[in-house]
């Protein structure tokens, strides 16, 4: 690597003795847009906009007047913008008519100056990234093809360095790894040879105890083994008896309702579902729950018409949460479902 920058080096000092780009004699353009258009480039970096001038100068070269790049570098060399400089470099040395309308002498002293920028240190991203431009001068342009080479060069270098770099690191990550993995192996050998000594102080103990402890605490294990069978027994039944009660109180209440010798209105029907008591009841004189006034509370179901007569009037069973009630309504079949969670059972309620 330091042998093929010292070529470099040599090369480009001999190449710096030669005429500058800037001094090149350009000759105009004779197609008069051409004049006009370079024109207007040298106008808009007069006045300060120098962006429209940059464009200016590459769309005349792009129209085949290869020499307005000689004064787009001169002009970007006064200002000192290196970024237009190494790109119309490219630009000219690539362009199919520079060797017709420029100098062979400028144009070898454009590529070493294109070569020397890119030895830069700020410039090695460009350079990586138009390799390929590099590697397509460098046919014709032996300094540009060298170049090119040192590119590759450091890339495999900075390669094997980051290899290197990154197999010792996992080196000693793997290492770490092993002894972490080491004293956790020794910690559960530790902890298994301590387990086992206490399982044999255990047995030990349990041998030296007499028949008589051994019978009297295999039969308080059955006695406490049974009050816990005794206590799960009975928390069933007094599930069972809450829910027949229930049943029991809803059944009084419909009964008592439908005594009186007043005109009933239709009843429905109350089913207990999974968390709590389901209402339905089918109104075919309603055609929607709009048209009626329907109030739940935590004692009744109550609905009336426009005419303020009674559709629906009905007992909310016990323990039920109405102020969670929900409501629905389907139009298809004309029925009213009210659902109401059931209470949970409070700690004194269990006790």
Partial sequence: RTAVKERLREKLAK?????????CPVQPPTD????????????????????RSVVLYRLAARKGYAAALILLISKAESIKDVAVVI????????????????????????AGHLALLLQQPQHHAVRRQRCGDLEVLGRSWPILAETNGAVA????????????????????EQTGQAGALREALDGERSASEETAQLLETLRAASARRSPARRDLENSNQRVTEEILELERQAHRAQGSNEQRADQSDAEAVLGALRGQGAPQPPRGSWERIDGGWRFSAALPSLKSLAEGNLLVTQDEIKLTDASHATLVHEPVPRRTRHSEARTTWSEKDRRLTVFFPEELPTPLDEA
């Fill in 153 to 172: 060069t450091e890339d495999v270098v900075d390669q094997i360095r980051d290899l290197l770099g990154r197999s010792k690191s996992d080196v000693l």
């Fill in 87 to 110: 790109d119309s470099l490219f630009t000219l040395l690539m362009h199919p008519q520079a060797r017709l309308q420029i100098p062979y002498d400028t144009l070898k002293n454009s």
């Fill in 32 to 51: 008069p847009h051409l004049l006009v258009m370079l024109q207007d480039a040298q106008r808009e970096w007069v006045d300060g906009d120098r962006k």
């Fill in 15 to 23: 190449q710096s003795q030669s005429v500058p780009v800037d001094s």
